[in-house]
């Protein structure tokens, strides 16, 4: 069963870079948050029914406040939009969470962290907590320009400063993957977050310079480009314990084809990305579209990602909430 949403109040809300506002929630009443670790996000429930996950920068032991930073996306979707120009301080909203899908591994290990524009959030925080436990790390941060990269002063502070390094493209140029993993300490481990882009960038140079697959993390705030030119075509998706059955034409994702015959669930990012709407499948074959699940997971074909994948049966049979 899903923990119940927080009631949080908006206590601050700042520019953090261009196009960059970071938003401070607390508890109406002071009581502390539910604790989090570096790498977690929570999920606002915003006006208009949509839900958003933004990850948390500020350090893991502060239980009084959850500090986020939201870019204002130029192809938004609504919610950067929502909480650009729809959220004020004052304002109290449903929250959920925190969650974590990009944790820092609880080894020894020289922890590599790069972050691309907006993607300095999580990372942000993993930085925060390395710095507090006296852990080795390097941190790396690119951006287009000094205006659009956020929370650049935290990072020029003791103690993120001695380990940041900036890679500002109107200023020095792009980031050489290549020479800032070869650099590392053997046996690093890197996390990188960021556009698509960037990630894959990172992930192929550290592949090229043999860094073993489990040494290497990320955490992506937008799907990469899809080439597949797989069809979509129409299924059904039986709810298991009602019987209730939901035809999912061509043209339909399957999780707004359950959304408008009135069923609850929840969506976030709507690419696979973020987890949100993860749903048990108890038969049936899904055709998974998502890079949420690892392939292993896929492969056990036990749960999918209603927003973006669908079926490879001619009917889905799931198991909703509980």
Known sequence: ???????????????AAQDVVELTLQAPDGEPLPAFEAGAHVELHL?????????????????????????????????????????????????????????????AAHKLLLAGGIGITP??????????????????????????????????????????????GDENGSMDMDAVLAAQPEGSELYVCGPAGFIDAALAAARRLGWAEARLHRELFAAAPRSDTGEHQPFDIEV???????HVPAGCSAAQALQDAGLPLL???????????????????????DQYLTPEEQAANDQFLPCCSRARSPRLVIQLGG
């Open 267 to 289: 969506t976030s990012c709507e690419q696979g990305v973020c987890g949100t709407c993860l749903t048990r499948v108890v038969a049936g074959e899904p055709d998974h579209r």
């Open 123 to 168: 990372v942000l925080s993993m930085a925060r907590q390395l710095a507090a436990q006296g852990r080795s790390f390097t941190l790396h941060y690119a951006g287009r320009s000094r205006a659009r990269m956020a929370f650049l002063a935290a990072l020029a502070d003791a103690p993120l400063a001695a380990h940041t390094h900036l890679h500002v």
């Open 240 to 246: 298991q314990g009602s019987g209730q059955v939901i």
């Open 1 to 15: 069963m899903s923990a119940p949403l927080l009631q949080l109040r908006v206590a601050a809300k700042r520019p």
């Open 47 to 107: 006006a208009g029914g949509l839900v958003r996950h933004y990850s948390l920068c500020n350090a893991p032991g502060e239980r009084q406040r959850y500090v986020l930073g939201v870019l204002r996306e130029p192809a938004s979707r609504g919610g950067s939009v929502a909480v650009h120009e729809g959220l004020n301080p004052g304002d109290v909203l449903a929250v959920g969470g925190p969650k974590n899908h990009f944790s820092l591994q609880a080894t």
